[in-house]
């Protein structure tokens, strides 16, 4: 042989073998358990990923929900895998309870992804034209045996019967009821559970613009006798001077002896909630024509709902709107109408809102209230028939007695914070009135009033009316002293913060007499045009009358006249006077 064989290898040196690679059971920098952890650790980390993203806010599409779920059944199984190929030696025992162990772990985290799986697209909710929508979102059932398919067929005859003729000018209804299910069942639960209902509301409203949300909850007895619960929502926006209408509400049960199969007695239970809604669409409809300074057609629709019908009921929703609510308002609407005449044909009306407001129960909700309306009609006659607050043409009883009640209302704990503000800014008017007309020294209570008032925090849309008020009383309460540049700026802003055609007219004429008066006729001449192009369009919607705005023009001219300012001869900016 040319070279030696095996048989002649010397005998070898273990220390001189090469390294040989790690085997599974030797250990080394990959540990089979770090892996198996690793693995584990992304598969709780892909589970918690749902419950991460909802407590942000955050709604993960559905494809990213697959990806979590095959992310958790692959971590699982490469654990498992891991957990046994590289543990051999584990006892029988010891891996029966290791399977165990990651199965409920893996299960568990299944479970939180399809709890927590993106929640599904909101329904198409048809957005309603106006702010006079009615939202029918159906009846809920409470109790077992109720088919909802019979109850979303109700909601669906209802809506069409609202349809016909039952809502006001402008007003629309729609029924969402097959397409969304909102948490009524909390109207009759606990005040802890009202906030599901007001986040699904404030959602809901904001996506539909509905001025009204009407619902019910259904129940039935054990003789089978069903009653329905009318539930409705009214807008805040839609009863800024009513806020106590806002929100939410259960009426009384309509009841039904039949059950849901005789069209008798479904026509009923439709007919009486149409009524009832119809009653409520038309007051809130009133105060919207009121607040647009259509007074004379607020005050229709509110003796419509106030009048009996052939039958003896009222039409008003008395359920939702009660006679003392609609009487209060039809005051105000009858002040306003009066506000807007000359001021010889301003006194029945007034008497009128006096007799409405001393129709509410003295005892009622709103009795403090008629209080503060009444103090305020008895203020509006006591001016008489030249409302200038003149020596020796005010009725100086009546105004010491309006100022004495408007004085307790706006300390009184029991009235709202608005209507004690409310009662200040009332307040203030009739003693300026007083001090105008010499029957009291200024002692600081038209100050204190304004100041009080003008300060005020918050409050929404109510208190900002107030506020721009208090504002006016102040500028008239400078001229008074004698400030006239005060009087001038303080009234500016009260003008630049005044929407209403009428009263924004009325002010900036004001300031545009005291401009002549003291010498600024570049001013006073361009706030003359402005006032009564506010007037104009103020007499266009009928918030005033032709024979007042002739009044008021003819005012200004001879202001203009007698300050001889050139704006006088502007046919094109002042149409010219058509006489009383």
Same mark, same amino acid.
């Given at each position: ?284 409809? %009133?105060?919207?024509?009121? $607040? #647009?300074?259509?007074?004379? @057609? &607020?005050?229709? *629709?509110?003796? !419509? /709902?106030? =009048? ?93 007695? %309006?100022?004495?009640?408007? $004085? #307790?209302?706006?300390?009184? @704990? &029991?009235?709202? *914070?608005?209507? !004690? /503000?409310? =009662? ?111 007037? !104009? ?44």
């Amino acid at each position: 042989m040319d070279g030696p064989g095996p048989q002649d290898a010397p005998d070898e040196n273990p220390a001189d073998r090469p390294p040989r690679p790690p085997g599974p059971t030797d250990g080394g920098s990959n540990p089979p358990w770090g892996l198996a952890l690793l693995a584990l650790a992304t598969t709780l980390l892909s589970a918690l990923m749902g419950p991460l993203l909802q407590l942000l806010g955050i709604h993960s599409s559905p494809v990213a929900s697959g990806l979590v779920l095959f992310a958790v059944l692959v971590g699982g199984i490469v654990a498992v895998r891991k957990a046994f190929k590289e543990r051999p030696a584990m006892s029988r025992r010891a891996r029966r309870l290791s399977v165990a162990g990651l199965a409920v772990f893996l299960l568990a985290c299944t479970a939180l992804v399809v709890v927590f799986r993106p929640r599904p697209p909101p329904a198409d909710l048809a957005r309603l034209p106006g702010t006079q929508g009615v939202a029918v979102v159906g009846f809920a059932g409470v109790g077992p045996g109720h088919d909802q398919r019979v109850l979303d067929d109700v909601s669906e005859a209802f809506t069409a019967t609202l349809l016909e003729g039952r809502l006001p000018e402008g007003g629309t209804a729609r029924d969402y009821a097959r397409i969304t299910s909102p948490p009524l069942e909390v109207l009759a639960g606990t005040g802890r559970d009202r906030r599901k209902l007001d986040d699904w509301t404030a959602g809901f409203v904001d996506e539909t613009n509905a001025g009204i949300v009407v619902g019910g909850l259904v129940s039935a007895d054990a003789a089978g006798q069903i009653g329905l619960r009318p539930a409705v929502y009214v807008r805040a926006a839609q009863v800024l001077d009513a806020p106590e209408l806002a929100g939410w509400y259960l009426s009384g049960p309509i009841r039904l002896d039949q059950d849901w199969n005789s069209d008798t007695g479904r026509r009923h239970v439709i007919a009486e909630l149409a009524r009832r809604t119809r009653g409520l669409a038309g007051f809130t409809h %009133a105060l919207d024509l009121w $607040r #647009a300074g259509r007074v004379a @057609d &607020a005050r229709r *629709e509110l003796d !419509r /709902l106030l =009048a009996p019908a052939a039958d003896g009921t009222r039409d008003d929703g008395s359920e939702f709107v009660t006679a003392d609510l609609v009487r209060l308002f039809r005051g105000h609407a009858l002040e306003q109408i009066a506000v807007g005449l000359p001021a010889a044909g301003r006194a029945p009306y007034f008497e009128a809102a006096r007799a409405d407001y001393r129709a509410i129960a003295p005892d009622g909700p709103i009795a403090l209230r008629a209080r503060l309306s009444l103090a305020g009609a008895r203020y509006q006659l006591a001016l008489g028939p030249k409302p200038g607050c003149l020596p020796g043409t005010v009725d100086a009883e009546a105004l010491a007695a %309006a100022s004495a009640e408007l $004085r #307790a209302l706006a300390a009184d @704990d &029991a009235f709202t *914070e608005t209507g !004690r /503000l409310r =009662a200040s800014v009332n307040l203030a008017q009739v003693e300026l009135c007083r001090v105008t007309a010499r029957l009291v020294r200024d002692d600081g209570t038209i100050e204190r009033a304004v100041t009080r008032v003008r300060s005020a925090q918050g409050g929404g849309a109510a208190v900002e009316e107030l506020r721009v008020l208090a504002t006016s009383i102040a500028a008239v309460h400078a001229y008074g002293r004698g400030d006239l540049a005060g009087a001038v700026a303080t009234m500016k802003e009260a003008v630049a913060k005044e929407r209403g055609f009428a009263r924004r007219g009325l002010w900036q004429a004001l300031a545009a007499g005291w401009e002549f008066r003291g010498g600024d006729l570049a001013a006073g001449c361009a706030d003359l045009r402005e006032a009564l192009g506010q007037l !104009r369009d103020a007499r266009a919607k009928g918030e005033i009358t032709a024979q007042r705005y002739e009044e008021i023009e003819d005012a200004l001219r001879q202001q203009a006249t007698a300050a001889k300012a050139p704006c006088a001869g502007a046919p094109q900016d002042v149409p010219p006077s058509k006489g009383p």
